[in-house]
Structure formats: C-alpha cells, structure tokens
C-alpha cells in the first residue's frame, strides 16, 4: 500500500514564506515526475509546479520566481518553497506522484489528501 501525505500548511501574512512537504511511503520501487497542485474555493484545480526525477523543474507562471519544487530522491519526498506569498495564494495545495511499486507494474498516479495554505493580513 502506497501513501503520500502532504504537511507544512499554514496561515501567514502577505510577504511570508512557508515550505511544503509531500513525502510517499510504503512499497515504492521508484518515483517518477512529481507535482504540486493548488485549488482555490470556487476555482478548478491547477498546476503549480512539476519536477522530474531528473530534477528538471516546470512552473505556471503567477508562481515563477516566487515557489521552488524540490525533491530527494532517497526520501521519495518532494518540496515546494514559496516566498513572497500573496492573498492569491491560499488554496489547498495536493501533492501528485507517479511511481512504479515494482519494475514490473505500469506508472501508478497517486494524490494526497491537501494542506490548506492560507495567505491573509
């Protein structure tokens, strides 16, 4: 059984900065492209950023320059540093995984449950 659980969600004022962590467990052979996804009341869920299991990294763009995703490997666990935080920022943020449970088996996609993000003076 695989789980992937997101932490680090908070409520923090505009200008602040927390860091998200996703981190997979249970019988994991290897992890591929992980994700960060954030969905806002009212709105459809969106991309936030991706990275590869090579490290290249992808961004939407009200997010570029501000949030960095990061993984280790070794941890299968995934990062998503975000300075500069605006009100247009809060949403609950889910991280997205794809990862074989052995080399056999077919890419398996797994989400986790969110953390809430709120960004407020």
């Known amino acids: 059984q695989v789980q992937v659980e997101e932490s680090g969600g908070n409520s923090v004022q505009p200008g602040g900065s927390l860091r998200l962590s996703c981190a997979a467990s249970?019988?994991?052979?290897?992890?591929?492209?992980m994700r960060w996804y954030r969905q806002a009341p009212g709105k459809q869920r969106e991309l936030v950023a991706t990275i590869t299991k090579g490290g290249i990294t992808n961004y939407v763009d009200s997010v570029k320059g501000r949030f960095t995703i990061s993984r280790d490997n070794a941890k299968n666990t995934v990062y998503l540093q975000m300075n500069s935080l605006k009100p247009e920022d809060t949403a609950v943020y889910y991280c997205?995984?794809?990862?074989?449970?052995?080399?056999?088996?077919?890419?398996?996609?797994?989400w986790g449950q969110g953390t809430q993000v709120t960004v407020s003076s």
């Open positions: 997205n995984a794809d990862l074989r449970i052995t080399l056999a088996t077919p890419l398996l996609n797994y």
């Open positions: 249970g019988s994991i052979f290897s992890m591929y492209d």
